[in-house]
């Protein structure tokens, strides 16, 4: 077999075996055999005129390239700049801006490219050495012996100076307890003798140059007269803000007399802990190597001694931390079309951000990349060749930046067919598109069907979804589409040995359509206002459209309207309405295609009128807290409890004689009825009473109220006056109907004779009993009162049944 045959056919197994087994394959990779940094720069502080190197050391599969940016920008060699052999970057002189020659001044990072991608360092900020003049010079002290003499200066450098003293241009003897130096530039004198006396003077220093204060002179004066004081802070703790592993000074200078003592408490609670921990001269919290739990308010308080008189002050300590990893990204290979997720966790004070970097370049969001959990995890739809790259995961705060990177391999296979062609979708609807294509144009016989991935055009695309379609079908009709709305399709071939490439997406939108008609509720605020009330649509403003609102009294063939309202509004009132009116109320929403179905809604205001007529205006609440704080009515209560026992016992004894009373009573009423209830109809009386029987004592309130609506919405067209003369239902016919009276059919009995509320399937007869003087208790006896007042015996006395009423 030709030598370049058995290559590509081992390269080929290779790659199926990857394709199968990617862990077994990559288990083993070190991160060295891909790209990986074994040194990086840090920052540091250049002397101008003087040499620096920038180190860097990078261990990959060879050859690796190695280049250096300053600023963002690729700084090219020159004999000012030169790479040495093992990466690192040194620059001969070190200088500063002086207008024809820019500063080395800035921002570097190494960059290593070989054939599996590229990586960039972390970022090191080099700055010149500086010393600035003292702003803040040691001032003149005078103090009494045994007393307390302090001293500052403050300057500026880079690297930070360093601070010593000077007694009469002698350095002072650091030995001495009663000396403390403060790495701030501080120097506190305690316990003062006469020898102290004599000029100070502060010396900073550092790579950069020399610096000396002012002189400023001590004098200490005889001892004092010994008279108590209270205790004083003079010197108390500053606000900080380090980075770990540094070490922070907090100063307390206390007197008084007898002399205070000083401590140190957490405004927290929390211990300090003793680890690292000290007290400088007489009352100075020194804490080395400081860590983030370090963090915190501390309080210095000076007690008199054998008192409880104490005096404090506090400062604040803030402790960053660089970002550090807590998981790094790993390495991975994923056949083509597939998705590939990496997750890079860091930690730091304060939280670092995480930026992801592909072959060195800035990687956001977008197409198939997404970003997610604050960026710590980076995820890679559809991956293809384009995809093969390292990644790297920088993450940064204010206290530094590190970087962590990782490789990612796509699996193809050899045969593999092409992407479908001529991608085309066609709306058919306003919930369908049909997609149709064209096969690859190569290896397409091992072609076993297709799969179309279909998303919202605004969702992200992990929100996609996937419709497989057969081999031989070049079109699908996707359905279940919301209308108006842009939706993105692909379409990827699919052997038994993998994908193929996707195609490129196409867009489509579905055909808008009308609204749907809206929920809508009526309620009535008056005796001439409506209410009318219904869900907001915000997204008909998207599409041109809104509400239109008809209304009219039933008895007219014309609305009133249309009252065209945006779509974001949810109620409007309807007034100065005919009280006595039937009204038909129709809500419809519309958009640029057109009016969507109505929602109708019919309403009375009788009700509401008569109500308003025979109720005047009261404070309901008031009445009720009232009623609810009154005594009386709790001995009213009381009496009508005692009051319906008797009733029970006189329905007992008396209930026969109470029914021939009652058959008695319907007889007479069965001359013309009088008033405005004769005008109702009995047929609907019958019909909604049977309905009745087989409901229970909760569910015929709700009848009643059903009742009066319909009576009201829909009046009797028969003279007044009139006795209704339909017949009455027959047992047979109608076996849910309740029998008022064996005598007495229900046809001629009028509305006013007959409580519906009192209708129990359980008994036949209970209806007759139930009109006498003496009602049944609670279900029973109060509702047939309140509703068939005129069919109470005249036996019966009239103050009693008003009472069980109420």
């Not at 288990?27 to 002397?47: K, W």
């Not at 003049?133 to 307390?148: C, I, K, L, S, Y």
């Not at 809500?587 to 009788?606: E, I, K, M, P, W």
């Not at 849910?736 to 519906?756: D, F, H, I, K, Y």
Request: glycine letters at 8%; aromatic letters at 6%; charged letters at 20%.
């Amino acid at each position: 077999m030709h030598p370049n045959l058995l290559l590509r056919e081992a390269g080929y197994r290779v790659r199926i075996q990857e394709k199968l087994y990617p862990r077994l394959l990559y288990r083993g990779l070190d991160h060295s055999a891909e790209l990986a940094f074994a040194v990086e720069p840090s920052d540091d502080v250049a002397v101008p005129g003087q040499p620096i190197v920038l180190g860097c050391r990078v261990e990959g599969t060879p050859p690796v390239r190695i280049t250096w940016r300053k600023n963002g920008v690729e700084l090219l060699e020159s004999p000012h700049s030169t790479m040495l052999a093992n990466g690192s970057l040194m620059i001969r002189h070190f200088r500063l801006d002086q207008g024809d020659s820019p500063s080395d001044e800035g921002d570097y990072e190494c960059v290593a490219q070989n054939r599996f991608g590229l990586v960039v360092s972390r970022k090191a900020r080099i700055q010149a050495a500086t010393m600035s003049d003292f702003h803040v010079h040691p001032q003149a002290v005078a103090g009494e012996e045994g007393g307390v003499a302090r001293f500052q200066c403050q300057i500026h450098g880079l690297p930070k100076p360093l601070i010593m003293w000077e007694k009469n241009r002698v350095p002072i003897d650091t030995d001495n307890e009663r000396y403390t130096l403060l790495p701030k530039g501080v120097l506190q004198i305690t316990g003062l003798r006469a020898e102290d006396s004599g000029v100070f003077h502060c010396v900073a220093s550092n790579i950069a140059s020399v610096r000396v204060s002012h002189g400023a002179r001590l004098t200490v004066s005889g001892a004092g007269s010994g008279v108590y004081k209270e205790p004083t802070i003079l010197v108390g703790p500053e606000n900080l803000t380090l980075t770990v592993h540094q070490t922070a000074v907090l100063e307390c200078v206390a007197t008084g007399n007898p002399r205070p003592i000083v401590s140190w408490s957490r405004l927290d609670g929390r211990p300090i802990g003793v680890e690292g921990i000290q007290v400088l001269g007489t009352g100075n919290l020194i804490i080395s190597d400081v860590t983030v739990q370090h963090s915190g308010v501390y309080v210095c308080a000076a007690n008199r001694p054998g008192t409880r008189v104490r005096r404090t002050a506090q400062g604040r300590l803030v402790v960053q931390a660089p970002a550090e990893f807590v998981q790094h990204p790993q390495s991975i290979s994923r056949p083509a079309g597939t998705t590939a997720m990496f997750t890079c966790q860091a930690q730091g004070e304060p939280p670092p951000h995480v930026t992801w970097l592909k072959n060195g370049q800035v990687l956001g969001p977008g197409g198939h990349v997404r970003l997610k959990n604050n960026n710590s995890t980076l995820t890679i739809s559809g991956v293809g060749p384009e995809d093969e790259a390292i990644y790297q995961c920088v993450a940064e705060n204010s206290a530094g930046s590190s970087q962590a990177s990782a490789r990612l391999t796509v699996l193809w296979a050899e045969g593999l067919p092409g992407p479908p062609i001529n991608v085309r979708a066609v709306s058919i609807s306003p919930t369908e598109v049909r997609v149709s294509w064209n096969e690859p144009l190569v290896n397409t016989k091992e072609i076993i069907g297709y799969v179309l991935h279909i998303r919202k055009a605004a969702d992200p695309p992990e929100l996609e979804y996937q419709e497989a379609v057969s081999k031989g079908t070049f079109q699908h009709l996707v359905s279940d589409l919301e209308p108006s709305t842009a939706y993105s399709f692909y379409i990827k071939a699919y052997t038994p040995r993998g994908a193929s490439s996707a195609s490129p997406p196409t867009l489509a939108s579905t055909l808008g359509e009308a609204p749907a008609p809206p929920p809508l509720s009526v309620r009535v605020l008056g005796s001439s206002t409506l209410q009318l009330l219904w869900e907001p649509w915000p997204r008909l403003a998207l599409h041109r459209g809104g509400f239109k609102l008809f209304y009219r009294p039933a008895s007219k063939a014309a609305f009133t309207g249309p009252i065209v309202l945006p779509g974001t509004v949810s109620s409007y009132n309807l007034s100065q309405l005919d009280p006595t009116a039937v009204y038909e109320v129709k809500l419809l929403a519309y958009n640029q295609h057109g009016d969507g179905n109505a929602t109708v809604r019919f309403v009375s205001l009788r009700g509401a009128s008569e109500r308003t007529a025979l109720s005047p205006p009261c404070d309901c609440r008031k009445e009720e807290a009232t009623n609810q704080m009154s005594t009386t009515g709790i001995v009213i209560g009381i009496h009508i409890g005692v009051t319906c026992i008797i009733f029970c016992v006189l329905f007992l004894l008396f209930g026969q004689r109470g029914r021939v009373l009652l058959c008695k009573d319907v007889e007479n009423q069965l001359s013309p009825p009088q008033g405005p209830r004769s005008q109702r109809d009995p047929g609907i009386l019958a019909l909604n009473g049977a309905r009745l029987v087989d409901r229970d004592q909760l569910g015929r309130d709700e009848k009643r109220a059903d009742m009066k609506e319909l009576e009201q919405l829909f009046p009797p067209a028969r003279a007044a006056g009139q006795p209704d003369r339909s017949p009455s239902p027959s047992p047979t016919q109608d076996p849910a109907a309740p029998a008022l009276c064996e005598e007495t059919p229900l046809s001629m009995l009028p509305l006013q004779g007959v409580g519906l509320r009192e209708e129990r399937t359980s008994e036949a007869k209970a209806p007759c009993a139930g009109l006498t003087a003496a009602p049944p208790p609670q279900d029973a006896g109060s509702g047939l009162l309140s509703e068939g007042q005129a069919a109470r015996p005249s036996s019966a006395p009239a103050a009693q049944p008003a009472l069980s009423g109420q």
